[in-house]
């Protein structure tokens, strides 16, 4: 199992960032293999992602629960690569914001285990959190911020911070 630890400063604020961050319709804007995220329509709370992976395209599930009070995001993979994670938004002195995110991986496979072992992964987190962060700096979705009573169930969403690498424009 790896353990992989990031942070990225956001320079928007607190609120805006979190709220990008569970609007997962955008997640092809900035996280490049992720093709689709859709909520289980027979699961609340739960996310299905289709995404890229070199020539395949492969499918995964997450279990999501979130806090808007603390901004935070848990999850745990249902199918698919097995791991959790937690997104924490936290609000800067100067009024921006900072996106920190765990992941808890255990590959499996001959190709995860080497992209692991040579930090592939972490860098794919890494590039998927800068182009995130840019994304929220532009304004991110040109959605409006969720009402509250629609709130509950989008802030239990929430997918996977690593994947393969193709940009979107």
Do not use: C
Not at 60 to 70: A, G, L, M, R, W
Not at 132 to 156: C, D, I, K, L, W
């Amino acid at each position: 199992m790896s353990i992989i630890e990031l942070s990225k400063p956001v320079r928007a604020t607190a609120q805006e960032t979190f709220f990008q961050l569970i609007r997962f319709d955008g997640y092809p804007d900035f996280m490049h293999a992720v093709d689709q995220a859709a909520p289980d329509a027979d699961t609340p709370g739960r996310m299905s992602f289709r995404y890229t992976s070199g020539n395949a395209t492969l499918h995964y599930t997450v279990d999501i629960d979130s806090s808007e009070e603390f901004a935070e995001v848990h999850w745990t993979s249902v199918d698919g690569p097995k791991h959790t994670g937690l997104a924490r938004v936290i609000a800067t002195d100067s009024g921006d914001s900072e996106l920190r995110v765990r992941v808890d991986l255990r590959p499996a496979g001959v190709i995860a285990n080497r992209d692991d072992v040579l930090g592939a992964i972490r860098s794919r987190m890494e590039h998927d959190m800068e182009q995130f962060a840019e994304y929220v700096e532009r304004g991110g979705g040109e959605a409006p911020m969720p009402s509250a009573e629609h709130r509950s169930t989008m802030e239990r969403l929430f997918g996977k911070l690593f994947s393969g690498s193709r940009r979107r424009a």
